[in-house]
């Protein structure tokens, strides 16, 4: 069964600075794996998705992941932290029936001015 | 082009009564899914429609939840009677197709509080 666990409920950087959420998923197929975004008040929106095409993902707002079979993870980097990027970030696998997207625990992410 | 649309946004309701949420899909997604959130956990998939038949019901929590989806457009979600263990927010999503690496579009939700 796929699932992905996202290591820090809370991760917190001064604007500018690097933002790294960690993701490590757990999957017995080759995985499609998400990320998505919750901003205040809003629905969830994709930020960047892998489907094997190419390891190195980029996604809208800057935002970037990195497949690596060999350590099982999907981490989401971003090279300077804006304020406009304080919101909650979900690492996500499609299960291998498709019907379902399987969520992590979400880390919220506050920037410092 | 509209995204998907939840109504309502907030429900407050007493234990034991009876709450419809509702989800509009974007125009032309045959696939509808409903998923919740309990307060400080993961995001959970509920069910999932193909048009108007059930696809996928294996997350619905027990028998108190019911989802429909008539007609193959809209769907609406019945919890009756509520449980206090059903405060969570309530997220509807829709797609094109049903393939593995095909997006889910997200609504922005219903928070659901029982009292």
């Known amino acids: 069964a796929q699932s992905v666990t996202q290591l820090g409920s809370h991760v917190s950087v001064s604007e500018g600075a690097l933002v790294l959420l960690r993701c490590n998923y757990s999957s017995s197929v080759p995985p499609y794996l998400f990320w998505y975004v919750q901003y205040p008040n809003q629905g969830l929106q994709l930020l960047l998705k892998y489907t094997s095409a190419a390891t190195l993902v980029k996604g809208i707002n800057g935002f970037e992941a990195e497949f690596k079979k060999s350590e099982t993870s999907f981490h989401l980097t971003k090279p300077s932290a804006h304020m406009s990027d304080a919101a909650e970030y979900f690492c996500a696998v499609s299960d291998s029936s498709a019907s379902k997207i399987i969520f992590g625990s979400g880390t919220r992410l506050s920037i410092r001015p | 082009e509209a995204g998907v649309t939840q109504f309502p946004s907030h429900s407050v309701i007493e234990k034991g009564q009876t709450v419809t949420l509702r989800c509009d899909p974007i125009s032309g997604h045959d696939n509808l899914y409903w998923y919740r959130r309990v307060m400080g956990k993961e995001i959970k998939f509920l069910l999932h429609f193909v048009k108007e038949s059930k696809q996928d019901e294996s997350g619905m929590p027990n028998n108190r939840f019911l989802a429909e989806r008539t007609g193959g457009t809209y769907s609406t979600l019945k919890v009756q009677p509520a449980e206090l263990e059903d405060s969570g927010v309530y997220f509807c999503?829709?797609?094109?197709?049903?393939?593995?690496?095909?997006?889910?579009?997200f609504g922005p939700g219903t928070r659901l509080t029982v009292l």
């Open positions: 999503a829709s797609s094109q197709w049903v393939s593995s690496y095909n997006e889910q579009f």
